[in-house]
């Protein structure tokens, strides 16, 4: 690079065409790589299709509503997510609770609706969760012995081990003594909503991973955090302002057409009126679309990259005239209804109410029409929360995200790629590439840093000192 003044964001000259690098895709992968490139004072493009930032964890306005796509929460344990969020200026927007704290309600009961806590105690682990599975109420006493056993077998899996992957993980809890209500009441609460996808359909060596590092490594890994404010505020608003900082161009509403490789061995990325010469590319958007934009020979095996299933997310918006829950959020169990929030005030609702339920491997939801999941879900919401049965509905609406993340099944280890492609020059960057976690805003911040440090290494440039490192990691 020469030693003159950076351009202006948004301002190119011939010499930044030709050198630097273009990151394609403006979610989370793709905000990170932009920023740890651009911090080691690499020249940056960021070319986003659609008109703002953020991936598939952004907002949108709704009359005087702004409304999260879907709720997402980190834990802890994400280190890299809370690392982004301090890199944006954003963690005070997305805090985290103080200690573990989750609210379990159940419908199954004879008795009728009864209510649970999973939560965390100021011990080392496992004794910091031991109090509280004793506790359990939705669990025979023989359920939560054999949960201890089963996460003490869980704790001693070796994650590096690739034949984990091949397994699935409900047929090893049921190997490890798990009832049929203990994986329903308490492995698949947490594995349905970090995973997205139910013990018998997700990898052995990814839930074990999920496990092993939210509520086995360390005794506040598994504290929740979830942003305050929409999500758009961190992900389109706060992340523009940092990448603009750090001297990105940043480029919505450019989708781009074709990436290939130049004679001199750079990179041309074109976009409807524009090409753009560049020493590096990371492509951090989905599968399929980085299968289309692949050169030939980039990967051994680039139809592995369309065998990487994907599973969807529904989330069912329901305003009320007059608050009815008391609480931030609560698990349900006995109902089709998984997970509720409280999303009144970050949304701008000034009096009633506004629940969001979020509901994950959602495959036989997801293309309902609204009256039908109306119908479905209301009267739920109505044994779980008593307060909603004499209130009014003001606004029912859904937001469907039919491809959310990779499905996490058996044996998908095998097709997720690494940040290195075999195009010199060329990077690959998103939550389905091969992170170690499952499709997680955790997994997308990770996988830029990955195609960053690539890309860097190749760029002959010195990682910045204010980049995530991995040995941090819980």
């Given amino acids: 690079m020469s030693d003159g003044a950076r351009p202006a964001p948004g301002q190119r ?47 949108f306005q ?31 927007l997305a805090p985290l609770q103080d200690r573990l704290d ?33 506790a ?23 994650l590096a081990d690739p034949t984990l992957d091949t397994q699935d993980f409900g047929s090893w809890l049921a190997a490890h003594g798990q009832s049929a209500r203990a994986i329903e009441a308490l492995w698949d609460l947490v594995g349905v909503a970090t995973l997205n996808a139910v013990a018998g359909d997700s990898s052995l060596g990814l839930a074990a991973m999920v496990f092993k590092t939210g509520l086995l490594s360390d005794p506040g890994a598994a504290d929740i955090g979830w942003a305050h404010v929409p999500l758009g505020e961190l992900h ?28 001199n061995g750079g990179w041309r990325v074109e976009v409807p009126g524009e090409r753009i010469e560049t020493d590096a590319v990371v492509l951090a ?15 051994d095996a680039p139809e592995r990259l369309l065998e990487i299933g994907t599973a969807p997310i ?66 739920e919401l109505e044994k779980l929360l008593p307060g909603t049965r004499g209130a009014v509905i003001e606004d029912f609406f859904v937001t469907r995200e039919r491809t959310a993340t990779f499905a996490p099944t058996p044996g998908v280890g095998r097709l997720r790629p690494g940040a290195r492609t075999k195009a010199s020059g060329l990077y690959l960057a998103g939550a389905w590439t091969a992170t170690g976690w499952p499709a997680t805003m955790e997994s997308a911040v990770r996988s830029g840093v990955s195609a960053a440090d690539a890309a860097l290494r190749a760029l002959g440039r010195p990682r910045p000192s204010r980049l995530f490192a991995f040995e941090e990691a819980a």
């Avoid at 005087?64 to 200026?89: K, M, P, S």
């Avoid at 359990?136 to 070796?158: C, F, M, W």
């Fill in 13 to 59: 000259t011939p010499e930044s065409a030709a050198r630097g690098a273009v990151v394609i895709g403006g979610g989370l992968a793709g905000i990170t790589a932009a920023l740890a490139l651009a911090d080691a004072d690499v020249r940056v493009t960021l070319l986003e299709g659609r008109p703002r930032l953020g991936g598939l964890a952004f907002s």
């Fill in 62 to 92: 709704r009359g005087e509503l702004t409304v999260d796509n879907g709720q997402h929460v980190y834990l802890r344990c994400c280190t890299a997510y809370r690392w982004f969020l301090d890199r944006i200026e954003g963690a005070a």
């Fill in 102 to 134: 989750v609210p379990v309600v159940d419908l199954a009961k004879p008795e009728g609706r009864r209510l649970g806590r999973l939560r965390r105690d100021p011990l080392p682990v496992p004794l910091h969760l031991g109090r509280s599975l004793a």
């Fill in 136 to 158: 359990y109420p939705h669990l025979s006493l023989a359920e939560r012995a054999s949960v201890g056993r089963a996460a003490l077998a869980l704790k001693g899996l070796d």
């Fill in 236 to 263: 389109d608003r706060l992340a523009r302002k940092a990448l603009d900082s750090a001297g990105v161009r940043t480029e919505v509403r450019s989708r781009v057409t074709s990436v290939s490789v130049m004679e």
């Fill in 285 to 299: 958007v989905p599968q399929r679309e980085a299968y289309e934009l692949l050169p030939p020979g980039a990967l």
């Fill in 314 to 379: 529904l989330n069912v918006h329901v305003v009320y005239d007059r608050k009815v829950l008391a609480r931030p959020f609560f698990a349900a169990l006995g109902t089709p209804v998984q997970w509720v929030f409280d999303r009144t005030h970050a949304s701008g609702l000034r009096s009633g109410q506004y629940l969001a339920l979020s509901q994950s491997a959602a495959q036989d939801d997801i293309d309902l029409p609204v009256a039908e999941l109306r119908a479905r879900y209301v009267p």
